[in-house]
């Protein structure tokens, strides 16, 4: 469960895949003007922080309350407890706090890890070509390509 959170963080934020280790809860709000939460997201390469107003998603698969939820609810060693050293650190507010001290690539690394392990039964060598660092440009695309997505959602992703 821990992986699908950071994973669905990633692809809704349209983030790059090292960046959801900068996630802070004391940096959460819910935003009355567009009525949904939004939680800003650090982006690593440009050194700057943006919203993210995060909106349902008619698949619970990549919907972020249902990933977050369920991170939340069920991952014993993260989640919403914090051990003696995390504490220690500092780490209450941090959102995946297994994921804080851990430099970028990483972070990547870990994500590329769990999108491998989920692909049962794919050879070896078609795994390998797999990994979490097409994740941005992949929900670039869906934005740019879905004629679904209304113009008020796309700025909310964006923002």
Same mark, same amino acid.
């Given at each position: 469960?821990?992986?699908?959170?950071?994973?669905?963080?990633?692809?809704?934020?349209?983030?790059?895949?090292?960046?959801?280790?900068?996630?802070?809860?004391?940096?959460?709000?819910?935003?009355?003007?567009?009525?949904?939460?939004?939680?800003?997201?650090?982006?690593?390469?440009?050194?700057?922080?943006?919203?993210?107003?995060?909106?349902?998603?008619?698949?619970?698969?990549?919907?972020?309350?249902?990933?977050?939820?369920?991170?939340?609810?069920?991952?014993?060693?993260?989640?919403?407890?914090? $051990?003696?050293?995390?504490?220690? @650190?500092?780490?209450? /507010?941090? #959102?995946? !706090?297994? *994921?804080?001290? +851990? $430099?970028?690539?990483?972070?990547? @690394?870990?994500?590329? /890890?769990? #999108?491998? !392990?989920? *692909?049962?039964? +794919?050879?070896?060598?078609?795994?390998? @070509?797999?990994?979490?660092?097409?994740?941005?440009?992949?929900?670039?695309?869906?934005?740019?390509?879905?004629?679904?997505?209304?113009?008020?959602?796309?700025?909310?992703?964006?923002?």
């Amino acid at each position: 469960m821990q992986q699908a959170a950071w994973l669905c963080d990633t692809a809704d934020a349209v983030g790059r895949p090292g960046e959801c280790n900068f996630g802070n809860y004391s940096e959460w709000e819910f935003g009355h003007k567009v009525g949904c939460p939004n939680n800003p997201w650090a982006e690593s390469k440009a050194l700057k922080k943006y919203g993210m107003s995060r909106i349902c998603d008619n698949f619970f698969g990549f919907d972020w309350f249902c990933n977050m939820g369920a991170y939340w609810l069920c991952e014993d060693d993260d989640g919403l407890a914090r $051990n003696e050293e995390q504490i220690r @650190k500092g780490q209450m /507010n941090s #959102v995946f !706090s297994n *994921l804080h001290d +851990v $430099n970028n690539a990483s972070v990547a @690394k870990k994500l590329t /890890n769990a #999108v491998r !392990s989920s *692909l049962d039964g +794919v050879p070896h060598d078609i795994r390998k @070509k797999y990994s979490a660092k097409p994740i941005r440009k992949g929900m670039i695309t869906e934005i740019a390509m879905s004629s679904f997505i209304t113009l008020f959602e796309a700025l909310l992703i964006l923002q």
